[in-house]
Each structure stands twice: as structure tokens, then as C-alpha cells.
């Protein structure tokens, strides 16, 4: 049984920086692609960050590129997402994922494990 947690959201102004974090119960993540979702009010969701399971390669979506940056802590069994000079537009629920095996990592059909989400809203 796969369990993911996702904590570190809370409220920010814009151009401020959050640090999320998704603790895996379970089997190592060293097995797992992973990545962070978010959902906006009213769209959508989509893509933000994924993480290969050797850490060797990490994907973005394009809007947060440059910004937000992913990392795996094999030690504490979580993955991270550092997210820097932080918009309005970033404001949603925040959901970490899971899959092992062969697929797309931005795509979330793929994704098996799902946390609850965490909030993360930025005030203009």
C-alpha cells in the first residue's frame, strides 16, 4: 500500500517562495515516477513538476519553469517541490502522484497513488 501526504502549503504574497513536501508510506520512491499536480477553482487539472524514478531527470510544466524545482529525499522518502517567485496564477490545490512502470510523466492517467492535496494560495 502506496500512501502519499502532502504538507508545506499555506498563504503567500506574490513573489514570495513555498517549500511542499509529499512523505511516501510505503515502498522506497526510488520505485516511482513522481510528480505534482494542481487545480485551480473552476479548471483543470494539470501538470506542474515530475521526477524520473532514478532522480536522473526532472520535468516542468512550462509556466513554472525557472521557478519551481523538484528533488527527491531517498533518505526521508519524500519529494519536494521549492516553488520561488510565486504568482497569483500558482494559486490551487496542490497534489502529489505516483506510478510505477512505463508511461508518460506528465500525463496524470498514468498516475495510480494520489495525496489529498494541499492549498497553496498566493495574494496579489
Known amino acids: 500500500q502506496v500512501r502519499l501526504v502532502e504538507s508545506g502549503g499555506g498563504l503567500v504574497q506574490a513573489g514570495g517562495s513555498l517549500r511542499l513536501s509529499c512523505t511516501v508510506s510505503?515502498?522506497?520512491?526510488?520505485?516511482?515516477?513522481m510528480a505534482w499536480f494542481r487545480q485551480a477553482l473552476g479548471k483543470e487539472r494539470e501538470f506542474v513538476a515530475g521526477?524520473?524514478?532514478?532522480?536522473?531527470?526532472?520535468y516542468y510544466g512550462d509556466s513554472v519553469k525557472g521557478r519551481f524545482t523538484i528533488s527527491r529525499d531517498t533518505v526521508k522518502n519524500l519529494v519536494a517541490l521549492q516553488m520561488n517567485s510565486l504568482k497569483p496564477e500558482d494559486t490551487g490545490v496542490y497534489y502529489c502522484?505516483?506510478?510505477?512502470?512505463?508511461?508518460?510523466?506528465?500525463?496524470?492517467?498514468?498516475?495510480?497513488?494520489w495525496g489529498q492535496g494541499t492549498q497553496v494560495t498566493v495574494s496579489s
Open positions: 502522484a505516483a506510478f510505477s512502470g512505463s508511461g508518460h510523466i506528465k500525463m496524470q492517467a498514468f498516475y495510480k497513488y
Open positions: 510505503g515502498p522506497s520512491i526510488n520505485n516511482y515516477r
Open positions: 521526477v524520473e524514478w532514478s532522480g536522473a531527470y526532472t
